[in-house]
């Protein structure tokens, strides 16, 4: 007999973990769709403002919250899920490997997307210079020349991390000041081989076979173009949309999906959690995240066993 699950839960970063804990607390069965442990958190170099963990790394974190999940009872699924359709009251989520999995109802905490540069070559050069991970790629900069493309925390938190290996980091930033968390501004204008260029884009990039200089909208030192070896782009996220539209889900004018305090979407029996909401979309961190997959998960299970609660 095909399991039916109480839960699926659509990705695995921490509102999609907290709600599972959660979920098996209340004794509902659940499953947890994601090829990425922590999703998006696990790139973080520190985590330094999540309570009761004073100094963490983004992948320990998520691996916390990965074991603490599977131990209360949930089932990890390393699949991503393509499509979702409601057939007969009960939901069938299809996967990248071509699995069918059914539940009776659906928690979307499928985050963010990163915003890339927009601009010619860049998908060339990914892998060849360029990044979106600072975490992920900064030792092979070891010694070298590298640019942070952007200003907020996730600009200064991979700059300050640059520093720490490459010979010179350059911030190229649209804007006119740093911002974000005094704390990781601090932390980077405290290294002496950081600087910062200030209302200025990255127009193209350049090099062969690897990235070798950037061109930039305004000149630096006489000159139109930077010569660096490597290239992170931090310029913030934008939801993934894909699997709210294919379930017509009612979306705000950023694409961020609209919520409830219940964390209730538009369609009955579709929760959502994290940064793909509306409620969190001003304010992207781990505790938001977690707090919302929380909430969900109580509203489930409300809705389930037909409780005011």
């Known amino acids: 007999m095909e399991t039916i699950y109480d839960v699926a839960i659509v990705g695995s970063g921490p509102a999609g973990y907290s709600a599972s804990i959660y979920l098996s607390r209340y004794k509902l069965s659940n499953i947890i769709f994601g090829k990425m442990i922590g999703g998006t958190i696990s790139e973080a170099h520190k985590v330094c403002n999540y309570p009761g963990v004073c100094d963490v790394s983004g992948l320990e974190l998520g691996m916390k919250f990965q074991k603490q999940a599977t131990d209360q009872g949930a089932q990890i699924a390393i699949e991503s899920v393509t499509d979702i359709k409601k057939e007969n009251d009960l939901f069938n989520l299809i996967t990248d490997k071509g699995n069918n999995y059914l539940a009776k109802t659906v928690i979307l905490a499928t985050g963010t997307d990163r915003n890339k540069l927009a601009i010619p070559k860049e998908d060339q050069y990914v ?111 934008e939801p993934n949309i894909t699997l709210p539209v294919k379930l017509s889900l ?37 505790v938001t995240a977690v707090s919302e997959g929380a909430v969900a998960a109580n509203s489930i299970y409300c809705h389930l066993k037909q409780s005011r609660c």
């Open 127 to 237: 892998g060849k210079g360029l990044s979106y991970c600072a975490t992920c790629d900064a030792m092979f900069y070891k010694n070298k020349k590298v640019g942070v493309v952007g200003g907020s925390n996730a600009a200064t938190m991979a700059a300050t991390m640059l520093a720490d290996i490459a010979s010179e980091v350059y911030i190229i930033y649209r804007g006119t000041e740093l911002k974000g968390e005094p704390a990781w501004i601090e932390q980077v204008l405290q290294k002496e081989n950081v600087k910062t260029i200030f209302q200025t884009l990255v127009t193209d990039l350049e090099g062969e076979p690897r990235l070798q200089r950037v061109k930039l909208s305004k000149a630096y030192n006489d000159s139109d173009y930077l010569d660096l070896d490597g290239l992170f782009v931090e310029i913030g996220s």
């Open 250 to 286: 009612a979306l705000d004018k950023q694409n961020y999906i609209e919520v409830d305090q219940r964390q209730a979407t538009s369609i009955d029996g579709v929760w959502a959690a994290g940064d793909c909401t509306t409620n969190s979309n001003k304010f992207k961190q781990v």
